[in-house]
Antibody, heavy 115, light 107 residues
Framework: EVQLVESGGGLVQSGGSLRLSCAASGFTFSSYDMSWVRQSPGKGLEWLSYISSSGDTTYYADSVKGRFTISRDNAKNSLYLQMNSLRDEDTAIYYC????????WGQGSLVTVSS | DIQMTQSPSAMSASVGDRVTITCRASQDISNSLAWFQQKPGKVPKRLIYTASSLQSGVPSRFSGSGSGTEFTLTISSLQPEDFATYYCLQHHSYPRTFGQGTQLQIK
């Protein structure tokens, strides 16, 4: 069974940084592309970032480009999202996803940015 | 970037109704479209991918169709557990983009 477990969320001040992690199990992590998606309170889904299975290729939404960095450690079956220069509008639940087509989702990690 | 426009943004329907939700892409995305269902407080769940492929375990009352720029999600006979918010996603190119969502409520 595919399992994706996010961690690292919490309360952070505006302008601060946070690093989210996603622990993957139940599949060969190194063979899959991975993605991050978020959802602000009461709002729709927003795609954020993608990383290829090898980590060589990454893409970002314009809203986070230059502030967020996606990375992975295939030896640890883990996906990461480094978030810098956080803003109030980054407050959201952040979901880790398997694949570029978002086949499987984690339970999400809540990030709250307070000014 | 490809823009995805869903309609309607909200609708009400009764159990047993046939429901159709539409998603339009700002440019040709072939059949690279997925549909997701999200219930309040829950994680989104993929229903359909490549426009018409049903995700394993999803009831057959759900179907998807379309290609190019216009796509539809159809629920053939609405069940109580289908009241939720539905999102489309283009998986043709990066950045991926979601539609704004369609909230399906009980009439």
């Amino acid at each position: 069974e595919v399992q994706l477990v996010e961690s690292g969320g919490g309360l952070v001040q505006s302008g601060g940084s946070l690093r989210l992690s996603c622990a993957a199990s139940g599949f060969t992590f190194s063979s899959y592309d991975m993605s991050w998606v978020r959802q602000s309170p009461g709002k729709g889904l927003e795609w954020l970032s993608y990383i290829s299975s090898s980590g060589d290729t990454t893409y970002y939404a314009d809203s986070v480009k230059g502030r967020f960095t996606i990375s992975r450690d295939n030896a640890k079956n883990s996906l990461y999202l480094q978030m810098n220069s956080l803003r109030d509008e980054d407050t959201a639940i952040y979901y880790c996803n398997r694949g570029g087509w978002l086949a499987d989702w984690g339970q999400g990690s809540l990030v709250t940015v307070s000014s | 970037d490809i823009q995805m426009t869903q309609s309607p943004s909200a609708m009400s329907a009764s159990v047993g109704d046939r429901v159709t939700i539409t998603c339009r892409a700002s440019q040709d995305i072939s059949n690279s479209l997925a549909w997701f269902q999200q219930k309040p407080g829950k994680v989104p769940k993929r229903l359909i991918y490549t426009a018409s492929s049903l995700q394993s375990g999803v009831p057959s009352r759900f179907s998807g169709s379309g290609s190019g720029t216009e796509f539809t999600l159809t629920i053939s006979s609405l069940q109580p557990e289908d009241f939720a918010t539905y999102y489309c996603l283009q998986h043709h190119s990066y950045p991926r983009t979601f539609g704004q969502g369609t909230q399906l409520q009980i009439k």
